[in-house]
């Protein structure tokens, strides 16, 4: 692939085989579930193919482009709930059995509590270990933005698994 | 201590990537196959989505006002009993600029952002992807939202201004995103000033512009400032 030029299909083939899985996994600490997360990635690549651009970056555009569809999701499953109701998180929780899986539980849960931005900015620094300069440039905020954002999210994570 | 909750997340975090492998992928190839199957929450939320696309045509049809005739099927709610608010915001108004975090953010009139105040109680929002729709009740300082809907497009991309106008609209109709929930209510203050409107909700503030030449349906407010 060259820098500055359009991705042409087979460009796009390569970067699904290289980074599908890794974006499914960044996807499923944001959306919290496996489907809900493969779509997202998927439907990121259709984009991609759909409307080629030039990417100097690949991994940091498909990074922001998963985090933006998985805020997608995040509302419309906010507007299903506000309809139908939902039961999958109570499933979940009463399914913990084990001590590991139950601080998972714990843990996964103050972190779906967090606000949005929040929970991003700790989802890139503490899964994908990006530095706080990264993850301003993922999220397009700047990296004060990041720090206090950080900063309040960890207060709030104490907090709750204190609590 | 947070270096404690640091490495407890850090260790959470790739507990749950690891249970994602390449052999418990759904959709492990590029394209459209394996997508998932209608399953009851499928269907619910498309269920959700009709409703929401009938009751965007309900809102529409309100919104125009005098132009159009209501529905016979129609139930339009009588305002009596609602609060005025000192703040005349009826019409519509197109969202110029975003707030947030100290940062200011112009909006394009092309992305189409806009809040349309109908009476007796109608709100219908556009964040130029999704419409958003619901009712208010003017407040001594604004109004609340309330009964919120919206249409269920997903935006992929990765434009700074449509992302930020989505989530700010977003927070006006929903409040700001927590626990993975809405309020049932949010309160907006509201401002307006020579054809201005100014919302605040959470840590966004939201201004728009009227109008130029939209239908001018009765307001809710019991004022006439110049709007």
């Given at each position: 692939?060259?820098?500055?030029?359009?991705?042409?299909?087979?460009?796009?083939?390569?970067?699904?085989?290289?980074?599908?899985?890794?974006?499914?996994?960044?996807?499923?600490?944001?959306?919290?579930?496996?489907?809900?997360?493969?779509?997202?990635?998927?439907?990121?690549?259709?984009?991609?193919?759909?409307?080629?651009?030039?990417?100097?970056?690949?991994?940091?555009?498909?990074?922001?482009?998963?985090?933006?569809?998985?805020?997608?999701?995040?509302?419309?499953?906010?507007?299903?709930?506000?309809?139908?109701?939902?039961?999958?998180?109570?499933?979940?929780?009463?399914?913990?059995?084990?001590?590991?899986?139950?601080?998972?539980?714990?843990?996964?849960?103050?972190?779906?509590?967090?606000?949005?931005?929040?929970?991003?900015?700790?989802?890139?620094?503490?899964?994908?270990?990006?530095?706080?300069?990264?993850?301003?440039?993922?999220?397009?905020?700047?990296?004060?933005?990041?720090?206090?954002?950080?900063?309040?999210?960890?207060?709030?994570?104490?907090?709750?698994?204190?609590? | 201590?947070?270096?404690?909750?640091?490495?407890?997340?850090?260790?959470?975090?790739?507990?749950?990537?690891?249970?994602?492998?390449?052999?418990?992928?759904?959709?492990?190839?590029?394209?459209?196959?394996?997508?998932?199957?209608?399953?009851?929450?499928?269907?619910?939320?498309?269920?959700?989505?009709?409703?929401?696309?009938?009751?965007i045509g309900i809102g529409v049809a309100i919104s125009m006002g005098s132009h159009a005739r209501i529905?016979?099927?129609?139930?339009?709610?009588?305002?009596?009993?609602?609060?005025?608010?000192?703040?005349?915001?009826?019409?519509?108004?197109?969202?110029?600029?975003?707030?947030?975090?100290?940062?200011?953010?112009?909006?394009?009139?092309?992305?189409?952002?806009?809040?349309?105040?109908?009476?007796?109680?109608?709100?219908?929002?556009?964040?130029?992807?999704?419409?958003?729709?619901?009712?208010?009740?003017?407040?001594?300082?604004?109004?609340?939202?309330?009964?919120?809907?919206?249409?269920?497009?997903?935006?992929?991309?990765?434009?700074?201004?449509?992302?930020?106008?989505?989530?700010?609209?977003?927070?006006?109709?929903?409040?700001?995103?927590?626990?993975?929930?809405?309020?049932?209510?949010?309160?907006?203050?509201?401002?307006?000033?020579?054809?201005?409107?100014?919302?605040?909700?959470?840590?966004?503030?939201?201004?728009?512009?009227?109008?130029?030449?939209?239908?001018?349906?009765?307001?809710?407010?019991?004022?006439?400032?110049?709007?």
């Amino acid at each position: 692939m060259t820098t500055g030029t359009s991705l042409v299909d087979a460009d796009v083939q390569g970067l699904f085989r290289t980074h599908y899985l890794g974006l499914v996994r960044l996807a499923v600490q944001l959306v919290d579930d496996q489907d809900s997360a493969e779509d997202v990635v998927q439907d990121v690549f259709a984009a991609l193919q759909t409307h080629p651009r030039c990417l100097e970056d690949p991994l940091r555009y498909l990074r922001t482009a998963v985090v933006n569809r998985s805020r997608s999701v995040l509302r419309h499953r906010r507007v299903v709930r506000r309809l139908i109701g939902d039961r999958e998180r109570e499933v979940e929780a009463a399914d913990a059995t084990s001590l590991r899986r139950a601080e998972r539980v714990r843990v996964l849960g103050a972190v779906s509590r967090l606000p949005r931005r929040q929970r991003e900015v700790v989802v890139l620094r503490y899964y994908e270990h990006l530095s706080v300069g990264e993850i301003g440039v993922v999220l397009g905020i700047s990296p004060g933005a990041v720090s206090s954002s950080l900063t309040r999210a960890l207060a709030t994570l104490t907090e709750l698994l204190e609590g | 201590m947070v270096e404690d909750l640091e490495n407890v997340l850090d260790r959470v975090f790739q507990d749950r990537a690891a249970q994602v492998t390449a052999g418990s992928l759904r959709r492990p190839d590029l394209g459209g196959a394996g997508r998932r199957p209608l399953t009851r929450t499928s269907l619910a939320a498309l269920s959700a989505a009709a409703v929401a696309v009938i009751a965007i045509g309900i809102g529409v049809a309100i919104s125009m006002g005098s132009h159009a005739r209501i529905p016979p099927s129609t139930h339009v709610r009588v305002a009596a009993g609602v609060p005025s608010s000192p703040v005349d915001f009826s019409g519509r108004w197109l969202l110029s600029s975003v707030e947030h975090g100290g940062t200011r953010l112009n909006v394009p009139g092309g992305l189409g952002a806009s809040i349309e105040f109908t009476a007796p109680d109608k709100l219908v929002m556009s964040d130029g992807v999704n419409t958003l729709f619901g009712r208010f009740t003017p407040t001594a300082t604004g109004f609340t939202a309330s009964e919120m809907g919206a249409t269920l497009v997903g935006y992929v991309g990765s434009d700074t201004t449509r992302l930020t106008v989505i989530d700010a609209m977003g927070s006006l109709a929903f409040g700001p995103m927590t626990n993975g929930t809405s309020a049932p209510r949010v309160a907006v203050r509201a401002t307006v000033d020579v054809g201005r409107l100014v919302l605040a909700v959470a840590d966004y503030r939201l201004t728009f512009d009227k109008a130029r030449g939209a239908a001018h349906a009765t307001g809710p407010s019991a004022t006439s400032h110049p709007g």
